[in-house]
């Protein structure tokens, strides 16, 4: 990375919460302009803008204020490194995720920060109740809220259902017993008094251009939204074009960067990328305080399962990769990286290569084998089994309909009922009258080739020209 591609300020997408409110009825065109200026922001940068109201914004920065004096008041040891009070905070324990509260220091990122997980009371190791930063409550409940209104808005913009990922998420308010998914940290890098800190002088008054980046320069939340505000700027995402940016380097006292997280982009099937993100800890040698940043993680529910459904229900094409669900507390508990998701230059590995030949030599086989060749009439038939479902499932993608393609056994087990579904979905996509409606199973192939031909007349004698031509 050089230094002009890193010190680019990026012209991220601002919107307005209050404009991002979702109401009955058609949407105002002000919303859907809202909604084009987050997505188009998030599909280029990996990242938002949202204008909060003024007395939430107030609201952060008193917690900043807070987080700020803190971690200023709280005496570093190396005793503390890894053990977040109350829930494992820096345990590094997978299982562990949705656990971790209270205290907790990670020396090689040059980080200290405090875990708010609702649900749960964090203890000093004496047994004595922590005492967090204050108004950690109050700005669990407006992050939370201001994160499932952009959640919405994304939603929208992919043409889901309302309330889309609802399942996904905690109740409001949480039930007795219930812990948090979600998580408000209050963050502190490169505090001047952390142990280490000598290694800050890297960064002197005689070279104030060089920049110091945490060890984990490639990292991806496993969220499926996070929120962060801080007191001076620092966060770097990739952009589009693989540039980093600096996302935070002109923010107003309202203003607050939304990024997505791999939860997302599994759950939309690969249609959100996730942002992949670092932050810069060094040129803080003139800060008492170092750099402090409230950041909210949106998480899914432990029990809950990512499986990319409501994105196959609106229409969209979902790779193999999506289409098997995995339960949250699994993917959680998965080793995901930028690599992985994102190779260089979108560069096949030498292993996918070997696979793509291996695939090949195959296939060159198979063919090579003496098998006998299916008589044109079959032929004809398969494909008029295949042409016959696209036409249904064609129909049905431009009137927004959900298809269940229904099996003979379906079929007979609805016989003598009214909710027949090849009868459903007939009725459902206004399937054109005068045309028999057939699914695969409901008549013998030839009748299949009768529908094709009532539907596109001249389509067997076409069929047989090419057939005809190949030979």
């Known amino acids: 990375m050089d230094d002009a591609e890193a010190n680019i300020l990026a012209s991220l997408g601002r919107v307005r919460l209050c404009d991002l409110a979702a109401a009955d009825g058609l949407p105002s065109d002000g919303y859907k302009m809202c909604v084009s200026a987050l997505t188009q922001s998030l599909a280029q940068y990996s990242a938002a803008v949202v204008e909060l109201s003024p007395a939430d914004g107030a609201l952060l920065r008193s917690g900043l204020d807070s987080a700020r004096l803190f971690f200023h008041q709280r005496g570093y040891g190396s005793g503390e490194a890894g053990g977040g009070g109350g829930g494992g905070g820096g345990s590094g324990d997978a299982r562990e995720w949705c656990k971790t509260s209270g205290y907790y220091a990670d020396p090689q990122m040059w980080l200290e920060m405090y875990d708010f997980r609702p649900g749960i009371t964090p203890v000093e190791p004496n047994g004595v109740a922590e005492l967090p930063p204050s108004g950690l409550p109050d700005m669990f409940s407006v992050l939370g809220k201001v994160s499932r209104e952009v959640l919405d808005a994304i939603s929208f913009s992919l043409n889901l259902r309302s309330s889309t990922f609802t399942e996904l998420l905690d109740n409001i308010p949480l039930r007795s017993q219930e812990v948090s998914s979600s998580v408000l940290s209050a963050c502190c890098h490169s505090r001047p008094s952390m142990e ?24 991806i939340d496993k969220t499926l939204l996070t929120l962060v ?33 791999l939860a997302l982009y599994r759950e ?39 499986s990319g459904e409501e994105m196959r229900a609106a229409g969209h094409g979902v790779d193999a990769q999506f289409q098997v669900p995995i339960l949250v507390n699994d993917f959680m508990q998965t080793e995901h990286s930028a690599n992985q998701l994102f190779p260089k230059n979108n560069e096949p590995s030498p292993h996918v290569e070997q696979e793509a030949s291996y695939n090949f030599v195959m296939k060159r086989k198979k063919e090579g084998r003496k098998t006998k060749a299916l008589p044109p009439s079959k032929r004809l038939r398969l494909e008029a ?37 090849c009868e459903n979905i007939r009725t459902e996509i206004g399937w054109p009258p005068g045309v028999p409606f057939v699914h695969p199973h409901d008549l013998p192939n030839k009748a299949k080739l009768r529908f094709l031909e009532a539907y596109e007349p001249g389509w067997t004698a076409s069929q047989q020209d090419l057939e005809s031509r190949s030979l």
Not at 209 to 218: G, I, R, Y
Not at 388 to 416: M, N, P
């Open 196 to 219: 280490g800190a000598q290694q800050h002088s890297v960064a002197s008054q005689d070279d104030e251009q060089l920049l110091m980046f945490s060890d984990q320069e490639n990292q």
């Open 229 to 261: 505000k801080s007191d001076r700027s620092g966060l770097y995402i990739k952009d589009l074009q693989g540039r980093w940016i600096l996302v935070d380097g002109d923010l107003g006292p309202l203003d607050i960067v939304v990024y997505p997280g």
């Open 385 to 421: 089994q295949r042409v016959l479902k696209e036409r249904v499932q064609d129909i049905a993608d431009k009137k927004g309909i959900k298809l269940r393609f229904c099996s003979l056994r379906d079929c007979e087990s609805h016989i003598k009922s009214l909710d027949r579904p």
């Open 268 to 306: 939309t099937a690969g249609y959100v990328n996730p942002a992949v993100h670092k932050t810069e800890v060094g040129n803080l040698q003139d800060s008492m305080f170092g750099r402090c940043s409230l950041v909210f993680k949106l998480m899914p529910r432990s029990v809950a399962r990512l």
